[in-house]
């Protein structure tokens, strides 16, 4: 019955050493294979292009109701008087804020502070003007019309972010990552015009919702920083934009370019 006993004893001495070994090794696996989540922020600056867009203008009072047909708008980078004698907020500029949850996905708030402005060019003016139809084509001045986006088109976007190594790890001094980026948001301008005499009070407002799709290249740089190059288009559709006794709305796509540097921690 001894020898019953301790034949039983080893065996179960045997399952018992393999599964602590089992359970040690595991664990040890799983501490040094864990991701550990980190937070990232980067500043940076952009170039953006914007498509031909309709200016619908809206005031009863004055018994207008008209738009302004595929009108050309232009950024203003703020560059152009030279770089140290700008202030970082002054230029065309953009900042990301996002959190890695693991080796391929990030969430990300990510806001591009855009300028629109519409420049000298022939303008087509369709609809309801003073009471009257008018279809009718004029070159714009800075008097007949002064239309601007200028303290900020401002896209704000909530992203979803896939990375994709292409060299390096994520325990690497450097590394070369590219990441897709996706998401909607809203758009918060400062509208500042000047419709045929009429002038509004400049101010920011909420304007309306935008998405974004965004390709980015990321060169880590000593694990915690780096350099990111970036396309995105965006389309943002604006409406209820206070003018004077009025309101205004349009839609564009943008597309945009950036280069912003980053920190991780």
């Known amino acids: 019955m001894l020898n019953s ?3 039983l004893f080893k065996k179960k001495l045997k399952i018992s050493v393999v599964l602590v070994l089992l359970f040690c090794n595991t664990k040890e696996l ?3 294979s864990k991701y550990i989540p980190r937070f990232y922020f980067a500043w940076g600056y952009n170039k953006e292009w914007y498509t031909k867009s309709d200016i619908h203008i809206k005031q009863a009072s004055l018994s207008n109701n008209f738009a302004f047909v595929k009108v050309k708008g232009v950024d203003k980078p703020g560059w152009n008087t030279g770089i140290l004698n700008k202030e970082l907020t002054i230029p065309q500029y953009n900042y990301r804020l996002g959190y890695k949850i693991n080796s391929k996905w990030w969430v ?3 806001f591009d502070h855009t300028k629109y402005q519409v420049q000298h060019q022939t303008l087509h003016m369709k609809g309801i003007y003073l009471g009257r139809e008018i279809d009718s084509t004029f ?3 800075p008097k007949n019309l002064q239309y601007q986006l200028n303290n900020g088109a401002n896209f704000f976007l909530f992203n979803a972010v896939r990375k994709v190594q292409l060299l390096g790890t ?3 001094q450097t590394a070369l990552n590219l990441l897709l980026k996706g998401g909607i948001g809203f758009v918060y301008p400062h509208v500042e015009n000047n419709i045929l005499g009429y002038k509004n009070t400049p101010h920011f407002q909420f304007g309306g919702f935008d998405a ?3 390709t980015a290249l990321q060169f880590v740089l000593f694990k915690h920083f780096f350099l990111e190059y970036s396309q995105k288009v965006v389309y943002a559709r604006y409406s209820n934009l206070k003018i ?6 349009q839609n564009f796509a943008c597309y945009e370019m950036t280069l912003s540097a980053g920190l991780q921690f």
Do not use: Q, V
């Open 5 to 7: 006993f301790m034949k």
């Open 30 to 32: 799983w501490a040094t």
């Open 244 to 249: 004077y006794e009025g309101t205004a709305r």
């Open 212 to 214: 974004g799709l965004e």
């Open 108 to 110: 990300e708030i990510n």
């Open 170 to 172: 994520d325990s690497s």
């Open 139 to 141: 070159e714009r001045t």
